[in-house]
């Protein structure tokens, strides 16, 4: 089944432009054909088509569904958005279809992108998750520096991950605790500075490793994601 996305369904049960565009102009559906649609904050709701029009589809709510996330904890990966572009939306595509609460672009010492345009990272965000049949659109903040992100942001357990073998690292699948909230710490493809792994830690981040391969930034992202699932799902 195709999910659509409308965010305020609930009290205004028209799709969106794009939405009715999909619906009706590509997939052809017409009044009176039933359709998912979902609002990013955990409902389903099973709908019918009363109006189909390309601006803006009218549909009759039959059904509501509440569908919590698989996972009990809070994850927050904290990464240095990447040069190229196209391998920062290929990480918020994969984080949000393996499942993710939410996504900080931080702004680090190394960093070699500066901005990002927060829209899109969100239009690519919502299509991963109606892709892959989830009802919560994870969080996408502003870019925010690493002091700022460390100064505001709090968990159970924080992790920063970097390559420096100055500073001793932990292996992170051994020091994740199943079912806690989480912050990971990414830096970019120049790593975090000394300045910024020492900082991170006096501030109660454990310094970790992802393993022996070195792995570019949007890789270790999504496998520091992946692997917290995996030990959660082992320990349910």
């Known amino acids: 089944m195709i999910q659509f996305y409308a965010p305020d369904i609930s009290i205004n049960p028209i799709l969106p432009e794009s939405e009715s565009q999909h619906c009706v102009k590509v997939l052809r559906m017409k009044s009176g054909d039933f359709i998912e649609v979902i609002d990013g904050k955990g409902y ?4 019918q088509i009363i109006d189909a029009h390309t601006k803006k589809t009218l549909v009759k709510i039959i059904n509501s569904e509440n569908i919590p996330l698989s996972w009990n904890n809070n994850i927050t990966i904290a990464v240095a958005p990447t040069k190229n572009m196209d391998r920062m939306e290929w990480l918020i595509e994969k984080l949000t279809e393996v499942g993710i609460n939410n996504i900080v672009p931080l702004k680090c010492r190394y960093s070699e992108r500066k901005e990002i345009k927060p829209e899109r990272m969100e239009k ?56 806690k909230d989480t912050i990971i710490l990414i830096g970019p493809e120049g790593d975090f500075s000394i300045d910024e792994i020492t900082h991170a830690i006096n ?8 393993g022996d391969n070195r792995l570019r930034t949007e890789t270790a992202a999504l496998v520091s994601c992946q692997i917290c699932h995996i030990i959660n799902q082992i320990n349910q």
Do not use: H, W
């Open 124 to 179: 690519i965000a919502i299509s991963a998750m109606k892709q892959s049949l989830k009802t919560v659109l994870p969080k996408i903040g502003p870019m925010t520096t690493i002091s700022e992100f460390i100064k505001n942001n709090d968990a159970t357990q924080k992790f920063i991950a970097y390559c420096s073998p100055s500073i001793p690292r932990l292996l992170f699948s051994k020091e994740y605790k199943p079912n």
């Open 203 to 210: 501030n109660g981040y454990k310094p970790i490793s992802l």
């Open 44 to 47: 389903r709701y099973e709908c």
